[in-house]
């Protein structure tokens, strides 16, 4: 909901308020994000005046305004919002206040909209601001610059940014690289810029899609947090900057490489999405992100389905009658969708040919792939298919008979990366050739689902003989994306990028779930999990069984880590089941069962993590909306501090009310010690209060490293 009373403005979204004082002729100033301050209209007008801070020592002649466009022709000395050009003139742009009012949005997970239009007459430059406060109580923004003169005007960066307090001391921030996405890392917030960049023209699987800052020692469930993401699969830039004079923003923008952005008489630039998330605690703060993209308007509010994915189970040997017999193994365990991964198309018997020639390959799949997917649907699955529909390798003949499809600087290629270049997708032949490819296979197969790749950077990614064409690529490739939508919107498409390489925001607007990682290492994919699952929900987390020897680290593991470890998010298999003996086929299919029954609670619920001292422990747990079912996991990631560990708390249930609480799934890596029984309740269970579970914690038996256990907490009755 979104009120104003001259010129201050509310901006209410689930427990989360933006004030918004545009009294003067400059940028409106975010003077508040956080909890609601419960002002009436005289104390918004006052608080609003008092958050005009005082003029610093050898500062400006006026209090330097901390506006949601930073404003360095006002005396704002960080990093600008707007920085552009006429040819190297026209660089000292100040933006006025033509007009802000709020404003009803056609996404109907907006809760309040203000639009501020803004302009430079003197440069002949306006902007137009959205600035939503969703239900969820994420905030975003975006801005569109617009060139209102007859010279062209270069665009070169725009920021947008958002207060955070002084009491923000520390930053988490993640790193990673492929097979080892979502790397926390933590460090003090002080005077300066800290920023994440990504420059490999897809989100990267360094991508820091949660940037938070956030009280001394914030935690899963303590301490208030403030956090970013920067929504785009293209270059972008997620920043914290602290200044000397008692502000602090966290920002973020699209890195635009040299005159990407040249406007041209009437033409605009738009920002990506800027979203920020105020919570006590990283969980709130997730919940958010969860809530947000649950509500949207693709979300499938169907039973997210079993998977199965060829890739690490057969590579590229594509022998129809093993694949034929993976199908029905993988029925037989309750996989209920197939999904044939690379190596189908012409030429594709290694990594080193065949991207963009999409026809079936028929040296292999003489009769096409119909049979598979009749077989396929014959046992009762889904069919699905992977691409990698931006990439062409030069060893194929779609790069033989259209060398201009490969995007470069116009006179030289790119070094190639996994054999391979990217196909220029604003060249309207080659999206054509693509899209085309894609729509066939999926009228004549009858899709279900398409896994999406995109296996390499961008480098020197150019068109047009030498302009820079990242920018445009991203907007292309979301609009192959809604183009194949409009025309098969029951389609699902898996957003996967040499792993978790592109699982931000904007892309999940378009797809139904992300491949996480390359890497299904249980004990790897506990952390990495953990965390890209502060931003995606578990339903839309693509997490896979894979063999007993992790193919990417050939660490092995019990079939109940692997398997308690994958069905805390939307479950699948990568492993080659006619390997599998007849014990691990019938446990594969009781966990199957088990993340079956699970998943309407999985699905649905509120995320929660404890904050255990003992860094070895790993807690998740998924609580129903209404508090009445849970479900945590408890993973031992390395030996632990303490053995037995202690109690362990359940963080987000209803205090009031009493449960019963028990193992849900064989527990093979308890250890036992010389014959001694367990703790008391762990064979038959208990029943305590929420209070009690979350406050005091039960006693958690001892686990060996890379084991878990996985506990319900079902209500029983209400208590007091
Ligand atoms: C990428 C994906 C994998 C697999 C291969 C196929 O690495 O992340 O899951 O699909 O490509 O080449």
Known sequence: MGTTDSGVFVLDGDDVQVIVDARSAEVPRIVHWGRPLGLDADGLRTFADASVPQIASNSVDSPVPFSIVPDASRGWNGAPGVEGHRAGSDFALQLSLRSAALDTASD???????????????????????????????????????????????????????????????????????MREAQAQRHALTVGTHAREGRHGRTGHDASLLYAVGTAGFGFRRGEVWAAQTAWSGNHRTFVERQTNGRTILGGEEILLPGEVVLAAGEEYETPWIYGSYGRGIDEVGTRFHRHLRARSRHRATVRPVVLNTWEAVYFDHEPGAVFDLASSAAAVGVERFVLDDGWFLGRRSKQAGL?????????????????????????????????PEMINPDSDAARSHPEWILGAGHRNPPTSRYQQVLDLQNPEAYAHVRDAIAGHVRELDLAFIKWDHNRDLIDAGREGGRAAVHGQTLAFYRLLDDLHAEFPDLEIESCSSGGARSDLEVLE??????????????????????????????????????????????????????????????????????????????????????????????????????????????RGVVAPDRGDAVFSIAA??????????????????????????????????????GHP??????????????????AGVQLPALAPDNAVLIRATRVQEVR
């Open 356 to 388: 963009g020639d999409w026809t079936v390959d028929r040296t292999i799949w003489p009769d096409g792939l119909r049979p598979l997917a009749d077989h396929v649907r014959g046992l009762g699955m889904e069919f699905g298919l992977w691409f990698e």
């Open 637 to 674: 990631v390395a030996t632990g501090v303490g053995a037995p560990p202690g109690a362990v708390t359940l963080p987000g249930l209803d205090p009031t009310a009493l449960y019963d609480v028990r193992s849900a799934a064989p527990a093979d890596g308890v250890l036992q010690y010389n």
């Open 678 to 695: 367990l703790p008391a309740w762990w064979a038959s269970g208990i029943r305590t209060t929420g209070e009690a579970l979350g406050h």
């Open 108 to 178: 109907p997970r907006v809760a309040a909209r203000l639009v501020v239009d803004l302009v430079d007459d003197d440069l002949a430059v306006s902007a137009h601001l959205l600035l939503d406060v969703l239900h969820s109580g994420l905030v975003r923004s975006r801005l569109s610059v617009r060139n209102d003169g007859t010279a062209p005007y270069t665009v070169d960066a725009v920021r947008l940014g958002l207060p955070v307090p002084t009491r923000a001391t520390e930053v988490l921030d993640f790193a990673g690289r492929h």
């Open 510 to 619: 378009r797809s139904d779930r992300i491949w996480a990682s390359d890497c299904i290492d249980a004990h790897e994919r506990q952390r990495i999990d953990l965390w890209t699952g502060v931003t995606v929900p578990p339903e839309l987390l693509g997490s896979h069984i894979g063999s007993d020897v992790a193919h990417a680290t050939g660490r092995r593991h019990r079939l109940s880590y692997r398997a308690m470890t994958a069905l805390m998010s939307n479950l699948g298999i990568e492993w080659d089941l006619r390997e599998a003996s007849e014990d691990d086929l019938e446990a594969l299919r009781g966990w199957v069962d088990l993340y079956k029954q699970l998943r309407p609670l999985l699905h649905n619920g509120d995320v929660v993590r404890s904050d255990h001292p003992d860094p070895s422990l790993s807690i």
